[in-house]
C-alpha cells in the first residue's frame, strides 16, 4: 500500500452503515474536515430539478464552460448529499472546464432501487434541456461518479440507450460498485481492507435493493449487452472489493466495441482520493478534470 495513504488508515472512524442516520453524521464530518477548494472561478448554484419529488441539484459552473456532466456522490446509496461532495464536485468543475450538475438523489434504505436512478434520470433530462441555459452543447453532455455514484452513472447511461433518452456522450466511473453477486477475486479477497470491507458492501447492497430482485438497472454488471454506449474512462484502486468487477465491466465494453480507458491505480484503496496530501490522490483527482476535459472538448 502507498505509504502516505496507509499513515491515515488508523485515524478513520468506525462505519458499517448499519445505522445510516448516525453513518451520514460521521461522513459529513469527515467531509467538513477536507480543505475548502478553491472557488473563485466557479458560478455555484443550488437547484430544484421538476420531478416527483423535485431534486436538488448543485451548479459548478466554468465562465467558459465546454460541456456538462451529471455527477454522483459516492456513499454506497446510503451516505452523501450535495455538501459533501462539494469538494470534488468543484475540483472536476475548475479542472476539467465543464459544468458540473451534482446530484442529490435519495438514500437507501428509506428510498431502495429505483428511487436514486429515477432521481439521476430526472436530471439528465433537465440538463439536456437547459443544455442552452448552461452555455453548454447538448452533444456534449457527460455522467459520472464515485463509487455508487459510478454505479448509477453506468446504469443511467444503459437506461438512456435503451429508451433511447438524452445523448449521453461519455461515462466516467471511478471505483465503480457495479456487481451485487460480490463474486469476483477481488470481492473474495479484499474482505478487511480500509473504509470499505465486504460486510459494508454487503450490507449496502442489501439496502439499496431493498426487497425487490437486481436487475441490469440496479447492478450493471447484470446487463447482457454492453453494445451501443457512450465511451468510458473506468479507474480502479488496487485494494478494493470493487475492483475486480470494475477491471470486468471495462473488458466487456472493450469487446462489445465500446472505447474504453482503463486506470489501475496501485497502492491505493476505495476512496483514498480522499486523503489530498498524498502525492497519489493528487494524480488521481487532476486525472479526472483532464479525462472529462478532453473528453468533452469541441
Known sequence: MDPELEAFIPLFPLSDWTDPVADRKVYAELAAARPAPDTSGLLVEDRLVPADPPVPIRLYRPHQ???????????????G?????????????????????????????????????????????WTAGHAADLGVDPARIAVGGHSAGANLAAAVALRTRDEQGPAVHFQLLNEPGLDDRQETWSQRRFTDTPWLTRDKLRTSW???????????????????????????YIATAEFDPNRDEGIEYALRLLRAGVQVELHQWPGTFHGSLAILSAEVSQRQVTELGAVLRR???P
Open 81 to 125: 448529499d450535495l455538501d459533501t461532495e462539494d469538494p470534488w464536485a468543484s475540483r472536476i468543475a475548475a479542472a476539467s472546464g465543464a459544468v458540473v450538475v451534482s446530484v442529490g438523489y435519495r438514500l437507501s434504505p428509506e428510498h431502495p432501487y429505483p428511487a436514486a436512478l429515477e432521481d439521476v434520470w430526472a436530471v439528465l433530462g
Open 206 to 232: 442489501r439496502h439499496y435493493l431493498g426487497p425487490g430482485p437486481a436487475t441490469a438497472y440496479a447492478a450493471p454488471a447484470r446487463a447482457a449487452d454492453l453494445s451501443g454506449l457512450p465511451p468510458a
Open 65 to 79: 464552460p465546454q460541456g456538462a456532466v451529471v455527477w454522483m456522490h459516492g456513499g454506497g446509496h446510503v451516505v
Open 295 to 297: 473528453a468533452l472538448a
